[in-house]
């Protein structure tokens, strides 16, 4: 007996490894060697190629395809119609013999018909704007929008935007408290 729920409509190809509680909805596909962790919510037409890698509660949202190479950490959120790459030089019945890693670490959202190249890393609970166009690896907490993706302010993980505080801390209204310190690198303050 499955532990999760497939939609009538949605395909989940034999070899397919999909957690307890996940939901896969209508005219998803699910290629084998797949693996969706547990709690996760895959929605209409939303296609996952077999060394796909998704962790624990997983969003994502209508019309995304996540190739092979990419990995998504726990508590990802990805936005409908968000695009990722997986060949930096693409060509018609050229396929390279490994796929460059994206990885999406824990926590960070990936905004509606977003574009994420591959090779890149998205931050722990990082936020990417909708319709940005990522070109290069985005920070932990980090707001990135535009085309190319830059940096204009950073988020807490309940997703509210940080705001500047005394002894050039940063802090958020749910009460956590970060300090921001060299290479745009951030931490919160335990």
Known sequence: MREF???????VDPGVTVGKGTRIWAFAHLVTGAVVGVDCNICDHTFIEGGVRV???????????LWDGLRLENDVFIGPGAAFT?????RSRKVPPVFPQTVLQEGCTVGANSTILPGLTIGKWAMVGAGAVVTRNVPDYALV????????????????????AAGGRLICECGRA????????IGEIK
């Open 55 to 65: 962790g624990d509660r997983v969003t994502v949202k209508c019309g995304v395809y």
């Open 86 to 90: 997986n060949d930096c030089r693409p």
């Open 5 to 11: 729920f497939q939609h009538p409509l949605a395909a």
């Open 178 to 185: 970060f300090e921001v310190g060299a290479a745009d690198k």
């Open 145 to 164: 929008r535009g085309n190319p993706a830059r940096l204009v302010g950073w988020v807490c993980r309940c997703g509210e935007k940080l705001k500047p």
